[in-house]
């Protein structure tokens, strides 16, 4: 059985920082494409991160992400890591962490997903 599941959420202040983490159990992790997500209350699900299999050794991210978001993997443990640097209030949302065989930012081109974990900014 797949699963993923994410910690590291919780209630924080601006300008603090935080490490999402998401443990993926029951697949090669390292044949698939990792990926972050975030949905804010009354908004769409977006992407977030991205990071490749190990052998392709790429990452992407989303333009309000960049520079504040570091997605990384551990390649023995099968855990990937979102940390957050000077977070802010918009970066209120439930995060999600999914795995694909498809190199993509496409939700619907990932195929397993967690349940997701609470991020709140508090200002």
């Known amino acids: 059985q797949v699963q993923l599941a994410e910690t590291g959420g919780g209630l924080v202040q601006v300008g603090e920082s935080l490490r999402l983490s998401c443990a993926v159990s029951?697949?090669?992790?390292?044949?698939?494409?990792l990926a972050w997500f975030r949905q804010a209350p009354g908004k769409e699900r977006e992407f977030v991160a991205a990071?490749?299999?190990?052998?392709?050794?790429?990452?992407k991210y989303t333009d309000s992400a960049k520079g504040r978001f570091s997605i990384s993997r551990d390649a023995t443990s099968g855990t990937i890591y979102l940390q957050i640097n000077n977070l802010k209030p918009e970066d209120t949302s439930i995060y999600y962490c999914?795995?694909?065989?498809?190199?993509?930012?496409?939700?619907?081109?990932?195929?397993?997903w967690g349940q997701g974990t609470q991020v709140t900014v508090a200002s």
């Open positions: 999914a795995a694909g065989s498809v190199w993509t930012t496409i939700e619907s081109s990932l195929d397993y």
């Open positions: 029951g697949l090669a992790v390292s044949r698939y494409h």
């Open positions: 990071i490749s299999v190990p052998w392709l050794t790429s990452t």
